[in-house]
């Protein structure tokens, strides 16, 4: 089927094309009489406006582009409805996509967003070499969700990584757990801030750390589990693990149940983000919250203050998280401890 256009519409309404853009524009200079007219002339027809072409012909995008990481990721989809509920609110819609934690996948994703002439652009946690988002920041606004970035023309939100790991090992110390170790999230943005604040935390209370190659994911958890069991004695095995987000989380509480061993009973787990999985009551995640609308929310403020022209100096937003108690946590076996 033929898609209907403007011309359809003015000719089914009796009115000129240039009327019919005035009220798809929602322009306060067209008669009540008219824009009812033009509007039940466009539902018979089944015509909506061309968002793109709109852009193109005003010169103006009311297009906000977003690359997701990871789509598997709980968190990236709570950030994003932050972001579309902030950008519906002022009058912009989304395009989505996902770079699939490839460099060369993102580079062709934020590509293919570019080409859309967006008016600005929302990374979440890319794996992107620097250079890149920064050419990227030539052509648009960008701003960075979960990484930082110390280029002017770039926007960061971020939670305080340090500070969340930091809560995770001071939760476990204060019931009693002396060997913890951290699920390591590899290459990720957000694992380096997250590392230095569980060391910095188990070197204050006396304890040594024991940090597990890992990566953001639920495979990635089961393997660093299967792997740490696999290198100590039972004596000397960990009674609690911070894992490096709740997905990873997921995978090592899996790997656990899988060599005999009972959570929190045996092995006490936190996880990090505090996604809707981790409140699914047969899983009662204990987990390091970060505010992910809010992070979305204030993305998209950071964004429209430079597509505005409001503001040219960098925004650098850091949140601070807390922590979210439920049933994966708990006092070590005395026996063991």
Known sequence: MVRPTMEDVAARAGVSRAL???????????????????????????????????????????????????????????????????????????????????????????????????????????????????????????????????????????????????????????????????????????????RKGYRSAMRRHGLQPLVVASEHTDTAGEKAVHELLGSVTVESRPTALLAGNDFNAVGAISALEEAGLRVPEDVSVVGYDNTSLAALRHLSLTTVDQPRTEMGRLAIDALLERVRGARTEPVRRLLHPSLVVRSTTSSPDEERS
């Open 20 to 194: 019919v853009s005035l009220v798809m524009r929602g322009s306060p200079k067209v008669s009540e009489h008219r824009r009812a007219a033009v509007r039940r002339a466009a539902e018979e027809l089944g015509y909506s406006p061309h968002v793109m072409a709109r852009s193109l012909a005003s010169r103006t995008s009311t297009v906000l582009g977003v690359m997701v990481s990871d789509l598997r990721n709980a968190f990236f989809a709570d950030v994003v409805e932050g972001l579309d509920a902030a950008a519906q609110a002022a009058g912009f819609n989304l395009i989505l996509n996902s770079g699939g934690r490839s460099p060369s996948r993102e580079r062709t994703a934020l590509s293919s967003l570019l080409s859309f002439r967006p008016a600005g652009i929302v990374l979440l946690s890319p794996v992107l070499p620097a250079a890149a988002i920064e050419e990227a920041a030539a052509q648009c606004p960008v701003v960075l969700v979960s990484r930082t970035s110390r280029a002017s023309t770039v926007d960061t939100v971020n939670d305080d990584g340090e500070a969340g790991a930091a809560l995770a090992v001071d939760h476990l110390v204060g019931l009693g757990h002396r060997r913890i170790a951290h699920l390591d999230g590899g290459g990720a943005a957000t694992a380096a801030a997250r």
